[in-house]
């Protein structure tokens, strides 16, 4: 009952937080930081402990899902070199950087300072896209930042669960080959079809509250497969989620896949407060078990780490700019390559969040030195999330970047298509085929000049006009009990989904994310 109402306090703490961060445009993991350090500081906040493999399960499959749901593989394709440059050997270096730290510093045995490398290797997409969505950044920037989350997510877990493995099993590193081996390609080939046995099963029950718990049950059972059959869970959930990603949104309704998306988000949202609950209590139970020798020395740790995640990322991020720049200019590459200032955002762009947080928690009880690699996580976090965090809105205005116009430009392309698909369906010469002929050629005209017909149109105008009028009556006819609640209802969601379809876009998103 404890946990539940430290909870439920978190749950409170972040709403308020989060009016600051939208009105000071702070990313939101960091003031789930803060309220999660205030909450675990509470005299009655419960010292609660989470089985390590849940941990992994719980807070990991759905973040790697919602992730891989958004990377096409042809964005892979595309941006192969600057995402195997910050996803593959950033993620490299930075944890062989802290591993040598971890032994040099603290004496760490070798596997225990690789896994504290690869817990705060891999940045988190959701603290860098909250910040990075409002500002006008060049657009193969935010998708390569964005794009590189999931497979940092990928490569970092992997050097994690080889270490670990290592840590409980001296022998490891002996048939690690041979492990990969299987683990690999198993993942991968379970994950494709587990996805596609989805398709079938999820299809007919979409638009439905089973399919949409099918969704999470599907999620989290493809982990459980792929740990019970030895396989990798990691590249087993990003290929399922791939293939749905690629396959199943045609063949949804809208109602459906509204609901999902709205469910994921708050899901995805909600693992972000467990996480930093979870791991504040942890950092405050052993705060307190430690000696002052100890916490001393764990601080110490906890500053270089942090320190040499910062300047492992930045030096290497810069160091690509100029070997790309040279490539390119000598003709052995076609990647673009990065401005200084792109390179210099990308670098500093490094926070992490609940990646980090959730292998921390992942870590045995019994793990060497797991007391203070916790501590080196949480601080990792924490100064990411405080330092770059605050400091990367003020360094985008100072550099000042041109105005990318390419995503609007797409959009106004991809909008009058399919304004002169629906001008092409639309046969014969009745009433209402001319009134819809008129009104699809009006919002052709609004499209060709770059702008939303919804935006500017006085049609939609008046539609949301009188979708207020028709709330207030709605309203008024519940109050003086000239309708059941049953018919309010119905009605209510009526006039829901009309809104929705004459708002203009950005009007229906879900802030935090």
Known sequence: MAFFESMLTLLLVAIIFLQFSRKFRIPYPTMLAIAGIIVAAFPWAPNVAIDPQL?????IA????????????????????????????????????????????????????????AIVAPPDAAAATAMLDRFDLPRQTYVILKGESLLNDAVALLIFSAAVAAVANPAFFTGVLAELTLAVPGGIILGYLLGRLYMVVGLKLAGTLGGTLLEFVATFGTWVIAERLHLSAILAIVVYAMVIARYMPERQTARHRIHSYSVWEAAVF??????FLLMGLQVRQIVLDLEPSRLNFAIILATAVFVTVIAVRLAWVLLYNRVVTV????????????SFATSLIAGWCGMRGLVTLATALALPIDFPDRDIILLSALAVVLGTLVVQGLTLGPLIRFLNFDPDTSLDRDLTRTRMALIDAALAELHGQDKSTRILRDVYTSEREIAADGKHPREVSKLDKQRRRVIVANRRKLAAMRRSDEIDDDVFHILEQELDWAELAVLPPGRDEIVES
């Open 270 to 275: 909600l693992l972000n407060v467990l996480a």
């Open 55 to 59: 941990a992994l399960a719980l807070l």
């Open 327 to 338: 490539l390119a200019a000598r003709g052995y590459t076609r990647q673009a390559a990065p």
């Open 62 to 117: 759905p973040v790697l899902f919602d992730a891989a749901y958004d990377l096409p593989p042809r964005t892979l394709k595309r941006n192969w070199l600057p995402l195997v440059s910050l996803a593959g050997i950033a993620v490299i270096l930075t944890a062989a950087a802290v591993a040598a730290v971890g032994v040099t510093i603290a004496g760490l045995p070798l596997a225990a300072a690789v896994a504290l490398g």
